[in-house]
């Protein structure tokens, strides 16, 4: 067995959340390691009790020159499908910074606060 997941990034998550996908890893941005950072989602989190959840991802895909990006949503249980689906965009948060895009998430996940956002929604 591969010991590529001791190489995911650390993650402080408040009780009620869970780590829906987690394929962000502990390591520096470059050029050459761009790839490690590709795909739709790198990170996605939901709490069911709060009806709410996070997606983010680096955008550009693939452009060194992009950055770190948290779209937030609120969900709702549909009792027909027996599944939360996303219900309203609440809001996204962008940065270059890796340790600001994390300690974003963190602090969302323990206040329910949203960050400064291009749209904001405000959370009851």
């Known amino acids: 067995m591969s010991d590529l997941w001791k190489k995911i990034q650390p993650l402080r998550v408040a009780n009620g959340w869970t780590i829906d996908l987690n394929n962000l890893y ?21 709490n ?32 027909k499908l027996n599944n939360f689906e996303l219900n309203e965009f609440l809001g996204t948060f962008e940065t270059k910074d890796k340790s600001d895009f994390i300690n974003t998430i963190e602090r969302f996940m323990f206040t329910l606060e949203l960050p400064t956002l291009i749209k904001r929604t405000v959370l009851d």
């Open 48 to 79: 069911h009790s709060k009806k709410i959840c996070f997606d983010a991802s680096f955008e550009p895909e693939g452009d060194i020159n992009g950055g770190f990006v948290v779209k937030f949503f609120s969900m709702y249980y549909d009792k």
């Open 26 to 46: 502990d390591i520096e941005l470059t050029q050459e390691n761009i790839g490690w950072f590709c795909g739709e989602f790198l990170l996605s989190g939901s």
